[in-house]
Structure formats: structure tokens, C-alpha cells
Nanobody, 125 residues
């Protein structure tokens, strides 16, 4: 599957952005999906994940209550609604698709075998 992320930009602290990830190729509903992010000088870290059906979601503690992950399997699209943004949310955000052959491991970066090119999110203070 090919993934294409979009929706990043520059926003003031307290603002909102909505990231989208379009999937092309294989059947989108086969894949558990996630958003990771990578700030300068840091490793790529888990942000949020959603199961194949969309029935189960996971979030890193720092974004709980502010970010919402969702998917539309009919439109082959993954989304991340980000509210109350903070400067520490500044990073390149990547969408990933997990191997359908593995048991669900939402927070494990190595479980994701397909990645989109990232989209930059910059939050100014």
C-alpha cells in the first residue's frame, strides 16, 4: 500500500490542524494504522493508532484528550484531528500501515511496514 500524508502547516499554540493520509493500492481495511512523529534530533515516536475496523484506538499520554485518530475505510483515508496544539507537538508527522501478518502492536514502530512521506507540523508559542 502507498500512503500520502497531508494537512500539516504552521499554527499558533492552542490552534488546530487536521492531518490526512490517503492510501493507494491494497485493501486499506487490511491494515492497522497509526500516526508517528519525529522532532529534530529525536527518534520517531508513537502518537496514535487505530485498528482495522476503527473500533480500537490508542494514544500516547501527551496527546490524549487533544488528538483524535479516525479512519474511513470506504474512502481509504486515515485522519488525525489535532486540537489545543502545543509547541512540543512540533514535528514531522508520518502515517504508517502495520503488517497484516502480525498481531496488533499499536505502539511498536517496527510493526509498521509502510510509511507515507511526512507532513510538517509547526506550532508557534
Amino acid at each position: 500500500v502507498q500512503l500520502q500524508a497531508s494537512g500539516g502547516g504552521l499554527v499558533q499554540a492552542g490552534g488546530s490542524l487536521r492531518l490526512s493520509c490517503a492510501a493507494y493500492g491494497n485493501i486499506f481495511s487490511m491494515y492497522d494504522m497509526a500516526w508517528f512523529r519525529q522532532a529534530p534530533g529525536k527518534e520517531r515516536e508513537f502518537v496514535a493508532a487505530i485498528s482495522r475496523s476503527g473500533g480500537t484506538t490508542d494514544y500516547v499520554d501527551s496527546v490524549k484528550g487533544r488528538f483524535t485518530i479516525s479512519r474511513d475505510n470506504a474512502k481509504n483515508t486515515l485522519s488525525l484531528q489535532m486540537n489545543s496544539l502545543k509547541p512540543e507537538d512540533t514535528a514531522v508527522y508520518y502515517c504508517g500501515a502495520a503488517s497484516p501478518l502480525l498481531a496488533r502492536q499499536p505502539r511498536t514502530r517496527d510493526a509498521y511496514i509502510y510509511w507515507g512521506r511526512g507532513t510538517q507540523v509547526t506550532v508557534s508559542s
